[in-house]
Nanobody, 126 residues
Framework: QVQLVESGGGLVQPGGSLRLSCAAS????????MSWVRQAPGKGLEWVSS????????YYADSVKGRFTISRDNAGNTVYLQMSSLKPEDTAVYFC???????????????????WGQGTQVTVSS
């Protein structure tokens, strides 16, 4: 049974930091692209960041570049998102998602992701 379980969300003040984790099971984690996707209140899904199966390629949305860092531990089947200098506009439900066999040009397309977690809420507010 495939599972992606996010954790680490919460309430943080602007300028603060959070580290999200996503624990994977039930599939060959080390073969999959892993990404973080978010959904702000009343808005659609927004791709945030992706990391290649062996961490050799990493990509970020312009809105988070320089503030967020994605990483993965294939031995522990976990992907992380370190978020710093958080802004109120980062408020969203953050999902981790897994894709395999997709080109780099497709990683921002939500429909390529095969597996999804249930999401973790991140609220940035004073």
């Amino acid at each position: 049974q495939v599972q992606l379980v996010e954790s680490g969300g919460g309430l943080v003040q602007p300028g603060g930091s959070l580290r999200l984790s996503c624990a994977a099971s039930g599939f060959t984690f080390s073969s999959f692209y892993m990404s973080w996707v978010r959904q702000a209140p009343g808005k659609g899904l927004e791709w945030v960041s992706s990391i290649y199966s062996d961490s050799s390629k990493i990509y970020y949305a312009d809105s988070v570049k320089g503030r967020f860092t994605i990483s993965r531990d294939n031995a522990g089947n976990t992907v992380y998102l370190q978020m710093s200098s958080l802004k109120p506009e980062d408020t969203a439900v953050y999902f981790c998602a897994a894709a395999v066999g997709v080109s780099v040009s497709a990683i921002k397309q939500i429909e390529v992701y095969r597996y999804w977690g249930q999401g973790t809420q991140v609220t940035v507010s004073s």
